[in-house]
């Protein structure tokens, strides 16, 4: 019955922006650190940011300064504004929630895909 719902990717120029949202249900959200991940083809996946339930962020040094994590407890929801994207953000972008410090599960939604291209 847990449920990460991801949506926003799309199509964008270089130097594009778009914003994603991750709407989780099923969990007590507010206690699950989440996190961005993403997979290029042929790549293996990645972490891309990640935000904590007390709030702290982190990012990969790719899009630092580029990329923002944020989330909305109220709303069940976590989001990555991205900025200036380049060719190589192009990937299925995943939205994990991950409350095994507390002894909770890991989850994954299903991705949504962002395109960075001419």
């Known amino acids: 019955q847990v449920q990460l719902v991801e949506s926003g990717g799309g199509l964008v120029q270089p130097g594009g922006s778009l914003r994603l949202s991750c709407a989780a249900s099923?969990?007590?959200?507010?206690?699950?650190?989440m996190g961005w991940h993403r997979q290029a083809p042929g790549k293996q996946r990645e972490l891309v940011a990640i935000?904590?339930?007390?709030?702290?962020?982190n990012y990969r040094d790719s899009v630092k300064g580029r990329f923002t994590i944020s989330r909305d407890n109220t709303k069940n929801t976590m989001y990555l504004q991205m900025n200036s994207l380049k060719p190589e953000d192009t990937a299925v972008y995943y939205c994990?929630?991950?409350?095994?410090?507390?002894?909770?599960?890991?989850?994954w939604g299903q991705g949504t895909q962002v395109t960075v291209s001419s």
């Open positions: 994990n929630a991950d409350g095994r410090s507390i002894h909770y599960g890991d989850y």
């Open positions: 099923g969990i007590i959200f507010r206690v699950y650190d």
């Open positions: 935000i904590t339930s007390g709030g702290s962020t």
